[in-house]
């Protein structure tokens, strides 16, 4: 099938943001994934990284760019975004716990959607806030899953270890206590798209004096089932 649109630049520009949708890629990667010369991906992705569409993570890697998702929010298509924010609500409301919703762009995950405690002490985290994937519960889901050649390199200088992820796996949830913020827990679960690929990760967190040293004990329930929930809404609107 010809996926050309006869706008030669612009197909090839698609072809680099769709080789990054995979996700971070080196140039030598870039020109592998889209049959491109090394002069016309090294062009094309410093273009689309002037205009945001394209970023760098720590290592020099391009990543796709905050631009995307501005657009995205915009023009109000985010699916995922419409599904998640009333059960958002209805999570915190269960637990009495801020809830937030956490997907990953290279070494950094973002808060996308949040539904906040309304008083007394809560964790705060706002809307396009980017925390490390070194540390917390949702870094912890959305690398479980990973390929195991991306899972290692994000386990580098993790407060975490692979037998934290493999516990993940096998269980389906998340907690960290005081791993990213020294008195905060959190849980975490994980969000699947329509094809079972990990696409988020659904959380609730609050200080330890709440949620104890075994948040899971409190809060894993609600959160895997409000990740189902998301999950299956997604699976649901692509059919």
């Known amino acids: 099938m010809d996926n050309s649109s006869g706008v030669g630049v612009l197909d090839k520009a698609v072809l680099v943001l769709n080789a990054l949708e995979a996700g971070p890629a080196s140039l030598a990667q870039l020109v592998q994934s889209t049959g491109l010369a090394r002069p016309t991906a090294h062009?094309?992705?410093v273009a689309l990284e002037h205009h945001r569409f394209v970023h760098r993570d720590a290592q020099g890697r391009f990543i796709l760019g905050p631009r995307l998702a501005?657009?995205?929010?915009?023009?109000?298509?985010?699916?995922?975004?419409?599904?998640?924010?009333?059960i958002l609500s209805q999570l915190r409301d269960l637990t009495g716990e801020s809830a937030s919703l956490f997907r990953r762009q290279g070494d950094v995950r973002v808060c996308v959607a949040a539904a906040e405690r309304s008083s007394g002490l809560r964790d705060t985290i706002p809307v396009g806030a980017a925390l490390p994937m070194t540390?917390?519960?949702?870094?912890?889901?959305?690398?479980?899953w990973e390929e195991p050649d991306r899972l290692h390199r994000g386990l580098r200088g993790?407060?975490?270890e692979a037998a934290t992820l493999a516990s993940v796996r096998r269980r389906g949830w998340a907690q960290s206590v005081g791993e990213r913020e020294q008195g905060v827990g959190?849980?975490?679960?994980?969000?699947?798209?329509?094809?079972g690929r990990v696409i988020a990760a659904v959380s609730v967190s609050g200080p330890l004096e709440r949620l104890s040293r075994s948040p899971g004990r409190l809060h894993a329930g609600p959160i895997m089932a409000a990740a189902e929930k998301i999950s299956e809404g997604m699976r649901r609107t692509a059919s």
């Open 70 to 86: 501005e657009l995205s929010v915009a023009a109000g298509e985010d699916r995922l975004l419409a599904i998640a924010q009333p």
């Open 135 to 144: 540390a917390g519960s949702a870094a912890q889901i959305l690398l479980a």
């Open 158 to 160: 993790a407060k975490f």
């Open 43 to 45: 062009r094309l992705a």
């Open 186 to 195: 959190s849980v975490s679960a994980p969000i699947r798209g329509a094809a």
